[in-house]
């Protein structure tokens, strides 16, 4: 829908209902922030890669099940924006990966953030991602569920 708008440099708007989020806005260049309702998002599969000015990040995603490449290609989420992935990622533990019809489970989120190395802080949520079933790769680092 945005793919590679270059002059979007802000959204701010209702995506309640938005279930596919695919490429959405992959190579937005100029967006440094997002803030919407994303409680419906199941496939966020590269929806902000190569968003290299993306900081901040506001979303609820309680119902996404596909998360790979999401946040790479340059995005540098602050710390305020991994928690609220976090805090609102849904539950995948009891999923497998699979594919199908009707929608791919891929349990794996990339995030990038504008520490080359991570946080404390920021470690304990990438850790709070992986508890909740959740492959995390941040910046090359691996944090994985516990079985």
């Known amino acids: 829908m945005f793919h590679f708008c270059t002059g ?33 998002l199941v496939n966020g599969y590269y929806m902000f890669h190569g968003c290299n000015a993306l900081t901040s990040f506001r979303g609820n995603l309680s119902s996404l099940t596909n998360g790979y490449a999401m946040f790479t ?48 802080e920021e470690k304990g949520y990438f850790n709070t991602i992986a508890s909740k079933g959740w492959t995390v790769i941040a910046n090359g680092d691996t944090y994985a569920p516990i079985n």
């Open 8 to 40: 979007l440099t802000s959204f701010n708007s209702d995506l309640s209902s938005l279930v596919d989020g695919s490429d959405m806005f992959s190579s937005c260049v100029s967006l440094t922030s997002f803030k919407s309702n994303l409680s419906s």
């Open 73 to 120: 290609g340059g995005c540098e989420l602050d710390t305020e924006s991994i928690k609220c992935i976090a805090d609102t990622i849904k539950d995948v533990t009891g999923l497998t990966n699979s594919s199908s019809y009707t929608g791919t489970v891929y349990k794996q989120i990339f995030i990038d953030t504008v520490n080359s190395v991570p946080t404390e």
